[in-house]
């Protein structure tokens, strides 16, 4: 089900257009513009960067290796993929990971910045794109699946949004989050990304909890590579000269970046054996909604 952005109705329909009330929300470029006041807002995200990225994510290590985790969850904890919302889908790097592993699959991606729709698109032609606020998610029990990638740490109502995902989703659905992890790897990489906080497992199960989830899976991701990255923060915390570039750190290359694969290879292969690392640059849990 579908809910009106003005009245609140829920309706079932293949449009946005109410059945109660009639209301049909604006479009963008082309796509339904469901929160439009914030389409062109840098707040919590630099639009700017949505270029950057799609020119960055397909051959980098750290994409590809998330995609491999993502993937990794998808397949253990759904056993029928219909319907999957992507919140925060950028440059849709995501979604045509699980495009290409689920082609029958009906996948949504939902972006607050109007900016990186174009290039999601690009991507996935058939898949439907909406310009959406993760804080009001108009629909009702509608998805199988829903996932926030490296999304919440940039929102600071983040419990709001964990409400809202639990309200979209169908009954015994699973959303899939990953978040950065341990408030002391906080640096000037978190701050120019947007970020307002880093997570601890606790904290990030506990709020899930609390939106009404049963948290069924967590661990550590990047946990290997956890004393290099611990590193590479700490010595970019003593710059000074305030030119920080949240891209550097994907901007490497063609060795470093097989070698680094590599070693994310392995890490990804002790998790499909069910490995959970205690630490790790990045989190992720899977929770499900009750039925």
């Known amino acids: 089900m579908k809910i009106c952005c003005a009245c ?5 329909s293949d449009g946005w257009r109410c059945t109660s009330c009639g209301f049909t929300p604006p479009e963008i470029n082309g796509y339904p513009a469901l929160a439009e006041k ?41 056993s029928n993929l219909h319907a ?21 699959a009906k996948l949504t991606g ?19 794109f909406l310009q959406m606020d993760a804080r009001d998610i108009p629909f009702d029990a509608h998805f199988d699946a829903i996932g926030a990638f490296d999304v919440l ?12 995902m639990y ?30 906080r880093r997570y601890t497992a606790k904290e990030l199960i506990d709020k899930a909890s609390r939106a009404g989830f049963d948290v069924v899976d967590s661990g550590s991701f990047v946990s290997l590579l956890l004393p290099l990255m611990w590193l590479s923060r700490k010595l970019g915390n003593t710059r000074n000269d305030g030119q920080h570039d949240p ?6 290359g063609t060795v470093m970046n ?14 499909r054996l069910s490995v959970r690392f205690p630490a790790g640059g990045s989190l992720f849990i899977v929770a499900r909604k009750r039925t």
């Open 258 to 271: 097989y070698f680094l694969r590599t070693i994310m290879s392995a890490e990804i292969f002790l998790t």
């Open 38 to 78: 914030l389409a062109n807002s840098n707040e919590g995200f630099h639009p700017e960067y949505f270029g950057q990225l799609a020119a960055l994510e397909t051959g980098n290590f750290w994409f590809q290796s998330r995609n491999d985790l993502i993937l990794l969850l998808i397949k253990k904890h759904t």
């Open 153 to 164: 740490e940039h929102i600071e109502e983040d419990e709001a949004v964990l409400k809202q």
């Open 247 to 252: 891209m550097a750190e994907l901007q490497i």
């Open 167 to 196: 309200q979209a989703l169908k009954p015994g659905g699973v959303t899939i989050l990953t978040v950065p992890q341990h408030p002391a790897l906080w640096s000037a990489q978190d701050e120019m990304a947007c970020h307002v």
């Open 110 to 128: 939902a972006e607050i910045f109007s900016a990186g729709l174009s290039y999601a698109a690009q991507r996935l032609p058939a898949a439907q």
């Open 84 to 104: 999957f919302l992507e919140i925060g889908c950028g440059t849709g790097f995501v979604l045509s990971g699980i495009a290409s592993a689920y082609p029958s």
């Open 8 to 12: 609140k109705t829920r309706f079932a």
